[in-house]
């Protein structure tokens, strides 16, 4: 499953709306290590289907949402909850650890 | 010609070589390595050079707006009608570097230059088949035996090398 990608319009109804932990990648085009995370979301997105949301902004699509978030490199991944970030991870990530950051906040 | 006249134009001359940046001639030299940073922007040293020698008439073989400067114009938002167009002003690095911070949308912070410039400089041929093939085809066609060429930048500076008489 691809995780969706999220914008300035969207993102304040994804991330608000959702009972359950939602992960978000923050990446571009540009970064290689954005690129080798990218099968491990979408694994991630399938095993946690219905427990987790795994969604990505690019941020030169949404340079708005990472300057809210005060991204400063990519990839930054940032775990919410409620609405809320509760934890945020930079750099290429495994996939037990980011299972582990959703377990956390579940 | 008077003497009023010939020093009209000696002064015409030397305000012109020093308003006006020369351009490299790339029939004679390669451009800049993409590599070479400014502003920390990799490739843009190499635009540059290429779009100067291009206004002149002295490009060789070189093409301004090939496929790895979009990747430049792409990252910052500008043309490369507006970049040329900026050059044909006669302005020197520094200058464009300043037009380039002022006219790039979306306004890049200097973490996003050093992290695409980065990208660039270790950046392989990470596409499709046709890329791979295009790839090997491109440095077989400068050495048979250079197995640590493997990045695009690694690429072209090897041609730029060989064509102007160095061994691969």
Known sequence: MKAPSLNQETFNAAISASTQPVLVDFWAEWCGPCKMLTPVLDELATEHSGKAVIAKVNIDEAPELAARFGITSIPTLIVFKNGQPVRTLRGVQSKAALAASLAAAA | ?168
Not at chain 2, 93 to 114: M, N, S
Not at chain 2, 121 to 129: H, K, M, Y
Request: proline share 5%; net charge neutral; charged share 25%.
């Open chain 2, 1 to 168: 010609m008077s003497l009023t006249g010939a020093l009209a134009a000696a002064i015409l001359r030397n305000q012109m070589s020093t308003t006006m940046n020369p351009a490299p001639n790339l029939a004679q030299r390669p451009p800049r390595s993409p590599r070479a940073r400014l502003g920390g922007y990799v490739i843009l040293a190499r635009i540059l050079d290429k779009g100067r020698a291009e206004l002149a008439g002295m490009a060789g073989e070189y093409k301004y707006n090939n496929p790895i400067d979009r990747h430049w114009f792409r990252f910052t938002g500008i043309t490369a009608a507006a970049l040329k167009a900026e050059l044909a002003t006669g302005k020197g690095d520094g200058e464009i570097l300043t037009w380039v911070e002022a006219q790039a949308q979306p306004k890049r912070a200097p973490w996003e230059i050093q992290q695409w410039s980065a990208y660039h400089n270790e950046r392989g041929p990470d596409g499709d088949v046709e890329t791979l093939v295009f790839f090997t085809e491109r440095v077989g066609a400068v050495s048979k035996t250079r197995e640590d060429i493997r990045t695009w930048f690694d690429c072209l500076d090897l041609d730029d090398h060989v064509t102007f008489g160095g061994k691969a």
